[in-house]
């Protein structure tokens, strides 16, 4: 009986692991909230990001009061990191972390380009799930340093801010930012559509998409879903 008990033991752990494994590789849904909050679900794992009041540059938008695993801030300004909208285990400090079955990474960057003295830092993430490897940089100005591109290397999935101001890349600069990656997927976010809302400096996702001249782009509405294994080229896809 201990020989049999172990030998069951033993192939459910394998099949589990397996079952881990199979899951792990099988692709995301990712919804958008505003062109501002993205909702990653994929991989038995779900993490949103950036969850926001409606104030500032989000007035006007629903804020995205959801659940998720874990939720990534790039920082506790209110309409890039408000905590108490969403539901989940709030991450918004640089630091390894491990949350279930995740592995997340966040480093510090300058929020804007003066080497963070008007705003000081946001964080900076990246992650694995559903198979895919993501890095979200959706709210930072400072300029990528050496040591951030080899942390993040080749992302399969970036997710970038682009629409300018004083804390968001511009699209000269995230397009820079693009090109020293070099990742299969962009999303930009942290863009406003139509006219800004008042006291808000972010601009639309148009003049980064002329920056980007020559790269695929598909607008894909309010969701999409991707494979665990993405196509080499570089490709944008709008959420709106």
Known sequence: ????????????????????SALAGTGVTISSYGQR?????????SVLLNPYR?????????EPRVNAGVILASSELADEGARG?????????????RVGGLVLEGFASPHD????????????W??????????????????????????????????IGVGGGSKIFNAEEATAVVKQLNPKRVIPVQYVNGDAPE?????GVQPF??????????????SQTLPGSLDDATVITVMQ
Not at 85 to 97: C, D, I, K, T
Not at 199 to 203: P, R
């Open 113 to 124: 380009r003066i080497d963070g003295r008007r705003f000081g830092d946001s964080t900076i």
């Open 37 to 45: 909050a993205l909702l990653i679900r994929g991989g038995g794992q």
């Open 209 to 222: 998409l002329d920056a980007m001249g020559g790269t695929a782009v598909r607008r894909v509405g309010q």
């Open 199 to 203: 006291g808000c400096d972010q601009g």
């Open 54 to 62: 409606a104030v500032g540059c989000a007035a006007g938008l629903g």
């Open 1 to 20: 009986m201990p020989v049999l008990r172990t030998t069951l033991m033993a192939a459910t752990g394998l099949a589990l692991g397996l079952q881990a």
């Open 126 to 159: 990246r992650w694995q799930q559903g198979g895919l490897n993501f890095a979200h940089l959706g709210a930072t100005a400072g300029p990528l340093s050496g040591a951030d591109r080899v942390l993040l290397g080749r992302p399969d999935v970036l997710i």
């Open 85 to 97: 909208v969403a539901s989940g285990q709030f991450l918004v400090a640089p630091g390894s972390y």
